[in-house]
DNA sequence: TCATTAACACGGG
DNA sequence: CCCGTGTTAATGA
C-alpha cells in the first residue's frame, strides 16, 4: 500500500498527507463499464485515479449527459461535495476503461484540509472539473451536432489512450441523446472528409 | 433546415 | 439468426 501511493502521488501530496493516505486508502481495480457511483447513493470513499479513467454523468429519468472524465491524478469534485455535506450523490460514475484507483473513507478527509498540498489539490481539482463542465456546456450550447461528434470521439482516443475507438453507432447516439440514423449519417460525413476510418464495431480517428 | 422514427437491405459473426 | 451499418421516406420542430 505504502509504495503504490508513494509511486503514483509523490508529486501530488507532502510526505504528511502521503501517510494519512497509506494508512487508510483502499487499492482498487475496476473493470470497463463497472458502476462505481450512483445516483442518489451515498458516497463514503473517494477515488484517487491511478490508471484508466472514469465517466461520470449527470442523469434524471430520460436523459444522461456526460460532464466530465476523471484520470490519473484526478478525483471527483461532486464526491468532496458529498462528503461535506454528507449528501446523496448527484451524479453517476462509470469506468470508461480498466481503472486503478486508491479509495480514501470521506470522514477521514475532512481533518486533511489542514495540510497545504491536500488543500491545493482540491481546491485545484474543482478548478479542473468546474473548467471541464463549461468545455461540456459551451459543447452543448454553441456546437452543431458533427463538431460535437468530433469532439465527443477525440476524447475518447485520449482517455481510451487508443486511435482506434470500439463502439457501435448505437451506442454513440446514446451518449449524445440523438438517434442512431444521425450518427451514421455524420460519421460517413467524417469518413468522406479524411477525419476517421469506419469499421464494424470499430473507429479510426485519424485526427486529435 | 435538420432531427426523429420506422422501415428495409446487406453482411459478418 | 441477431446485430451493426447504410440509406430512404415521412413527419415534425
Not at 128 to 144: G, P
Request: glycine letters at 4%; charged letters at 30%.
Amino acid at each position: 500500500m505504502n509504495t503504490i501511493v508513494e509511486e503514483n502521488f509523490s508529486h501530488l501530496f507532502d510526505r504528511e498527507v502521503l501517510k494519512e493516505i497509506s494508512e487508510v486508502g483502499i487499492y482498487k481495480k475496476v473493470l470497463a463499464g463497472e458502476t462505481l457511483i450512483e445516483v442518489g447513493s451515498f458516497i463514503k470513499y473517494m477515488p484517487l485515479l491511478i490508471s484508466g479513467a472514469l465517466k461520470v454523468f449527470s442523469e434524471n429519468e430520460d436523459h444522461e449527459q456526460i460532464l466530465y472524465f476523471i484520470e490519473r491524478g484526478d478525483t471527483c469534485a461532486m464526491t468532496l461535495n458529498c462528503c461535506i455535506g454528507n449528501t446523496k450523490s448527484e451524479i453517476k460514475a462509470v469506468a470508461e476503461v480498466e481503472s486503478e484507483m486508491i479509495l480514501v473513507p470521506v470522514d477521514k478527509m475532512e481533518g486533511w484540509l489542514s495540510h497545504k498540498s491536500w488543500r491545493k489539490f482540491v481546491f485545484e481539482s474543482y478548478n479542473n472539473r468546474l473548467f471541464e463542465m463549461l468545455e461540456a456546456i459551451d459543447s452543448l450550447a454553441f456546437l452543431k451536432l458533427d463538431e460535437r461528434l468530433l469532439k465527443y470521439l477525440q476524447d475518447k482516443v485520449l482517455v481510451n489512450k487508443s486511435e482506434v475507438l470500439t463502439t457501435s453507432h448505437l451506442e454513440i447516439a446514446l451518449e449524445l441523446n440523438t438517434s442512431r440514423v444521425v450518427i451514421s449519417r455524420l460519421l460517413k460525413k467524417l469518413e468522406l472528409e479524411n477525419k476517421i476510418i469506419l469499421n464494424r464495431g470499430k473507429i479510426e480517428v485519424l485526427i486529435y
